[in-house]
């Protein structure tokens, strides 16, 4: 399987905590994407980071990405109850294909 | 960010039937679009990638001849699933990339749920 893995599967956590997400791929990529996606809708795209750098922050996301052990990670700090989505990595190799990693369930209780 | 619309959000047809769904860039050309598959609680699988003008490439496992695609526009790609039956029932997602500048990364549709009966 070209799939990569994540985890946790799922995360349950208090708003105000932060949540963070593993994500772990198989082969060389160009970059690697986080995606977040409420039940039954489409995709939207948080955050994109390039294979020669190692961090990048947007708002309250951070992400890290280390290519000798082909894994990122994402944290989402002082989470919100509106965060409660499905998160999902996506590495992008030739001819921009997306390999999408299976995905973290997040539940933010308020 | 960029606009990418699926019509119809949701279809339900008969087993045998075909259903076509499409996939528009609303402000800008998408000189690729991306069709990709989604099972209940399960991950993305890409299905195939479409080109303006050229026949799609298909991953494989996919059958080219039941799922067809379609990308007469810089605009539109449209996926046809033809002689439906249940298991093809899932959540089609299609995404559109430009060709450089901002529209370079993968914008995505809000997808089509298919049930089929």
């Known amino acids: 399987s070209q799939q990569g893995e994540e985890d946790p599967q799922a995360l349950s956590i208090q708003e105000g905590e932060n949540a963070t997400m593993n994500c772990s791929y198989k082969?060389?990529?160009?970059?690697l994407q986080w995606y977040r996606q409420n039940s039954g809708r489409g995709l939207v795209h948080l955050i994109l980071?390039?294979?020669?750098?190692r961090e990048k922050h947007s708002g309250r996301l951070r992400v890290t990405l280390d290519t000798s052990k082909k894994s990122s990670s994402l944290l989402i700090t002082a989470s919100r109850a509106a965060d409660t989505a499905s998160y999902f990595c996506?590495?992008?190799?030739?001819?921009?294909?997306?390999?999408f990693g299976e995905g973290t369930q997040l539940t933010v209780n308020p | 960010g960029a606009v990418v619309s699926q019509h119809p959000s949701r279809v339900i047809c008969k087993s045998g039937t075909s259903v076509k769904i499409e996939c528009r860039s609303l402000?800008?050309?998408?000189?690729?679009m991306f069709w990709y598959r989604q099972f209940p609680k399960q991950s993305l699988m890409l299905m195939a990638t479409?080109?303006?003008?050229?026949?799609?490439?298909?991953e494989q496992g996919v059958e080219k001849d039941k799922f067809l695609i379609n990308h007469a526009s810089l605009t539109l790609s449209t996926l046809t699933v033809t002689s439906a039956h249940p298991e093809d029932s899932s959540f089609y997602i299609c995404?559109?990339?430009?060709?450089?500048?901002?529209?370079?990364?993968?914008?995505f549709g809000p997808g089509t749920r298919l049930t089929v009966l």
């Open positions: 996506a590495g992008e190799t030739s001819g921009s294909r997306l390999t």
């Open positions: 479409s080109n303006e003008g050229s026949k799609a490439t298909y």
């Open positions: 995404s559109a990339r430009g060709s450089g500048g901002a529209y370079n990364e993968q914008f």
């Open positions: 402000d800008f050309q998408a000189t690729t």
């Open positions: 980071i390039r294979s020669n750098e």
């Open positions: 082969t060389s990529i160009n970059n």
